[in-house]
């Protein structure tokens, strides 16, 4: 069974640090280019980051540039994003998501073909 598994959510004061992971089972990600999506209450989902499989590409929307990073272990079949200088805008639940290696990274949501339950990730003092 194919399933994508996120982890390390909380709740953490501005300014605070989480690392969320992404664990896959049932296939291998290094054939996959992988995302980050997140989705605040009223708000439409919004892309986060994105990774591809074997390059180095990554991609982050501009409101965490610069906080934010993505990288990914393809020997445990992980992808990782460092958050830093966490601001209350922040808060939402994160979905990490893959798709097939030939789509190249991107934050188009619709182009995904595998999606976590996600994590919920709260910013707040």
């Known amino acids: 069974q194919v399933r994508l598994v996120e982890s390390g959510g909380g709740l953490v004061q501005p300014g605070g640090s989480l690392r969320l992971s992404c664990a896959a089972s049932?296939?291998?990600?290094?054939?996959?280019?992988i995302a980050w999506f997140r989705q605040a209450p009223g708000k439409k989902r919004e892309g986060v980051s994105c990774i591809n499989n074997n390059d180095g590409y990554t991609n982050y929307v501009d409101s965490v540039k610069g906080r934010f990073t993505i990288s990914r272990d393809n020997a445990k079949n992980t992808v990782n994003l460092q958050m830093n200088s966490l601001k209350p805008e922040d808060t939402a639940v994160y979905y990490c998501?893959?798709?097939?290696?030939?789509?190249?990274?991107?934050?188009?949501?619709?182009?995904?073909?595998?999606w976590g339950q996600g994590t919920q990730v709260t910013v707040s003092s």
């Open positions: 998501a893959a798709v097939r290696a030939n789509h190249g990274a991107n934050l188009i949501a619709e182009l995904y073909d595998h």
């Open positions: 049932g296939f291998t990600l290094d054939g996959y280019a």
